[in-house]
């Protein structure tokens, strides 16, 4: 009920506010520098020397709406509560190019505080673009669809380079930081007076002081959980929520194949017609062995990426495996041969044309509580070396809490690209600690991740 009155006296807000300082910003005098104009109401700018800055704008909390659009490889940002050296306030990342190596700081994007994996616009294409201050809640819309809702706490987390990123007030500028140019038009401000609960917003806002999360934004480290299902209740809409609420990136993804939701082509073609404008990266997680002859490759290509795993497959007797079921799996009394029938079928499985292995190096129950003691140097290598010539990326499991260190650390080794999956099985999605832990005790960094081949 809290939530509906602030929501209801944030738009009592803007209403109120629409008619005390409102226009076209574009009329507005500017401080140009680079590769920086205004014509016929549109700004331009290009050149990593390219800027603008709005003289004499002094705003706190505001509405700020434009219209954008990007030649291909165009980069830049958005300031706002900033100054004439820039040296203060938040930025907005206006990025539309997909193949760019900073993959994870595309449009919308509240640079280094909520940094966005999935591009919601195309280059050369205009977009709107909306960012509202309101106390200390930021909110960026693209095209009406929420991407940023970030509450700075009373005792934020900033690392040194960027301990000014703090909300105060100020002015606005845009900044290029490519030679391809940058569009702007239809600039507009409304001020707003906030008349808020500040105690119940901060309420709201996650403790910097011991979140992960942010620690992993302020080092410019791709924040994305690549293996998030809609299950066990949780709807699109609450996986967006919930999203925005944590600062994670989702990867959503449906299970794929004989017994799941999804059998047929057909099934995918309306599945992603309902979430191809959700603000999700989509992948498909290929079920069982008999994916391949039930989806064709056309119909795969339509999903960012495709992940399966090992734990499905046909024993030496012909009997049918799912190694999460104890009673589908039988070890019959030699757990070391067994050890080496799982080896195989993994390798067997790296072979099938998918972008990423998860689940990986799952051993059923009981074999599970020696870990270490099946998966040898030996074993390892075998896998690595498969794993390698595949191509494929390696999932780090936040449900089963696998591989192991040495099996990561190997991986690394072998120059194998990672990604974080919390499969999880309830509303819940994880927090990614077993994996963050394995990112800070293997030494992984941005590079060692893997990239999603992002469609719009």
Same mark, same amino acid.
């Given at each position: @009920? ?28 500017? #401080? ?23 003289? /004499? ?8 709406? @434009? ?15 900033? !100054? ?56 960026? /819309? ?42 702007? =038009? ?33 080092? !410019? ?54 979430? =191809? ?41 012909? =009997? ?46 009981? @074999? !599970? ?58 509303? #819940? ?19 060692? @991740? ?7």
């Amino acid at each position: @009920m809290i939530k509906k009155i602030l929501f209801a006296i944030g738009i009592t807000c803007l209403l109120s506010a629409c008619n005390q300082q409102s226009g076209n910003l574009l009329e507005n005098k500017w #401080d140009f520098s680079g590769n920086a104009s205004i014509e016929n109401k549109e700004l331009t700018i290009s050149g990593k020397e390219g800027k603008a800055i709005l003289e /004499n704008g002094n705003y706190k909390d505001f509405e700020l709406t @434009m219209e954008l659009k990007t030649e291909p490889g165009a980069k830049g940002a958005i300031c706002f509560h900033t !100054d004439n050296s820039l040296g203060k306030g938040y930025r907005i990342a206006i990025n539309n190019n997909t193949n760019d190596k900073i993959w994870w700081k595309m449009s919308g994007s509240l640079e280094s505080v909520r940094n966005l994996t999935k591009s919601f616009v195309k280059e050369n294409e205009w977009f709107k673009l909306q960012v509202t201050v309101l106390g200390k809640e930021i909110t960026v /819309n693209i095209n009406g669809t929420p991407v940023v809702k970030y509450i700075e706490p009373t005792k934020p987390f900033r690392t040194e380079a960027f301990k000014n990123r703090l909300l105060s007030e100020g002015t606005f500028a845009l900044i290029s930081q490519s030679d391809k140019k940058i569009y702007c =038009r239809n600039m507009t401000v409304n001020k707003l007076e906030a008349n808020i609960d500040e105690a119940e917003q901060q309420r709201q806002a996650i403790d910097e002081q011991t979140d992960e999360i942010i620690r992993l934004h302020q080092e !410019d480290f791709p924040v994305l959980d690549y293996h998030v299902h809609l299950k066990g209740g949780l709807t699109k809409e609450n996986a967006a929520k919930q999203s925005l609420r944590l600062g994670i990136n989702y990867v959503i993804a449906p299970n794929c194949g004989i017994g799941f939701p999804i059998q047929t082509n057909e099934d995918i073609t309306a599945y992603l017609d309902t979430m =191809r404008m959700q603000p999700f990266i989509l992948a498909m997680q290929a079920e069982g062995r008999e994916w391949l002859t039930t989806f064709s490759p056309e119909v795969r290509k339509e999903f960012d990426f495709v992940f399966t795993d090992a734990l499905t497959f046909t024993d030496d007797k012909g =009997r049918r495996t799912r190694l999460w079921i104890p009673e589908e799996v039988w070890i019959d009394g030699n757990e070391e041969k067994y050890m080496d029938l799982i080896v195989n079928r993994i390798c067997d499985v790296l072979k099938e044309p998918v972008d990423v292995y998860v689940n990986p190096c799952f051993l059923p129950t009981p @074999m !599970d509580k020696q870990y270490d003691k099946f998966w040898t140097d030996a074993r390892i290598n075998k896998f690595i070396t498969a794993l390698k010539e595949s191509g494929k990326a390696l999932e780090i499991n936040e449900l089963y809490q696998i591989p192991s260190k040495r099996i990561i650390l190997a991986a690394k080794e072998a120059g194998i690209k990672f990604t974080f999956g919390s499969n999880n099985i309830t509303p #819940d999605v994880s927090d990614l600690s077993y994996c963050i832990r394995m990112k800070k005790e293997c030494g992984l960094t941005a590079d060692d @991740m893997y990239k999603p081949k992002i469609k719009l």
